[in-house]
């Protein structure tokens, strides 16, 4: 995201149905540190236009960030799985 070094791998990818991956800041002191790289994972699946994400294991000062960023990035895909333009 932006300037942050993030850091993950997937741990599981099921075509067109699941994607699984960890996800942390590999960054030294910052407010983002609370989330270690590769910590627990993210899952992503899809049923039609269905995205649900669940994203386990944040400690509870993460939680609100987590939350905005990922809505923001929702919404993005979104718009742009109809057709829309994303407005910079």
Not at 10 to 27: A, D, L, M, P, Q
Not at 60 to 84: C, K, P, Y
Request: aromatic fraction near 10%; charged fraction near 30%.
């Amino acid at each position: 995201m932006g300037d942050h070094d993030a850091l993950g791998e997937f741990v599981e990818v099921i075509e067109n149905e699941k994607v699984v991956f960890t996800f942390g800041w590999n960054e030294p002191d910052t407010r983002y540190r609370p989330v270690r790289p590769r910590s627990p994972s993210r899952s992503f699946r899809g049923d039609d236009t269905l995205v649900r994400l669940v994203h386990s294991g944040l400690p509870e000062d993460a939680i609100t960030d987590h939350e905005n960023g990922w809505q923001f990035f929702l919404d993005r895909l979104a718009t742009v799985a109809v057709g829309g333009e994303l407005v910079q």
